[in-house]
């Protein structure tokens, strides 16, 4: 009995850590590739890198073709995608 009493306060450190750390890190996670997932055509983006532009295609490849100015292309990787600025209304 007195070996588990000892084990307590580490079992409750542990358990402080996962709901204030790791739960909440795991639901940011979930959270960013359903937005990754989301994305279409003609929403508006910013990427870990700062830039922003219209998405003019979306790869299968984990790949967008954003616009980041008239005429002008750039290839980024999905999960680079930080947030959505504005999203487009669904074709009907």
Request: net charge positive; aromatic share 6%.
């Amino acid at each position: 009995m007195e070996a588990f009493a000892q084990f307590v306060p580490l079992i409750l450190i542990f358990a402080i850590m996962y709901f204030l750390l790791i739960r909440p890190q795991q639901k940011k996670v979930k959270e960013h590739q359903a937005m990754v997932s989301a994305l279409r055509r003609g929403d508006q983006v910013i990427t870990q890198g700062g830039v922003v532009g219209k998405v003019a295609k979306v790869k299968d490849d984990g790949e967008l073709e954003v616009e980041i100015a008239e005429g002008v292309k750039i290839r980024v990787i999905q999960s680079t995608i930080a947030s959505v600025i504005s999203k487009t209304e669904p074709a009907k």
